[in-house]
């Protein structure tokens, strides 16, 4: 055994921050998504950009995992929806198949699509969840219907949170954890 753990101070800080960040997301754009729209979408960015952030900056499989289970029982615990259990077992999902390029999401165009395809899945997977599950609705609506919407907001996460992961990229930041 070298000492070293699979999860440094920084990693287990970050993951913090992306848990207080999926908490303020959830509860502020899933509601506002709601009273709007009566549609999921906000709910799927908060957490679906939330979870491509976190598994950008540290690289790792499990952090966008606690991110989503973390972050859901602290939702749960102030009084925030049901639903948020979906998404927990999701960012499980999302974790899994990141494990198809190593949890690296870099401007190379395969690591985008991986991080867009795993981001879409995930976020169809949310929707059967929480439809099936959470609102007790049928296989075909919940198929069609309230997944698709699912799938739209997992879409628009990926088309906010790629385009600025290549720009942090382009930026270095990712140089800053390292450095540190």
């Known amino acids: 055994m070298n000492g ?4 440094t101070t920084i990693d287990i800080a970050l993951t913090s921050v992306f848990c207080a960040l999926w908490v303020v997301l959830t509860l502020t754009l899933g509601r506002l998504s709601f009273q709007l729209l009566g549609l999921p979408v906000l709910h799927d960015f908060a957490a679906f950009f939330t979870l491509l952030l976190i598994t950008w900056i540290t690289g790792k499989f ?7 289970l973390i972050g ?3 939702v749960l615990l102030v009084g925030g929806p049901l639903p948020v259990v979906g998404f927990a077992a999701s960012a499980i999902v999302f974790d899994l198949l990141m494990s198809a390029n190593h949890h690296r999401i870099y401007r190379k165009a395969y690591n985008m699509v991986v991080a867009a395809l795993a981001t879409a899945i995930s976020a169809y997977f949310a929707g059967v969840v929480i439809g099936i599950f959470v609102m007790n609705q049928t296989v075909e609506w919940t198929l069609t219907f309230w997944s698709g919407w699912h799938l739209i907001g997992g879409i628009i ?10 720009i942090l990229e382009k930026a270095n930041v990712r140089k800053v954890k390292v450095a540190s």
């Open 72 to 74: 859901s029982i602290l």
């Open 62 to 68: 499990g952090t966008a995992s606690l991110v989503g």
């Open 4 to 7: 070293k753990t699979y999860f």
């Open 157 to 166: 996460s990926a088309t906010v949170a790629l385009p600025l992961i290549g």
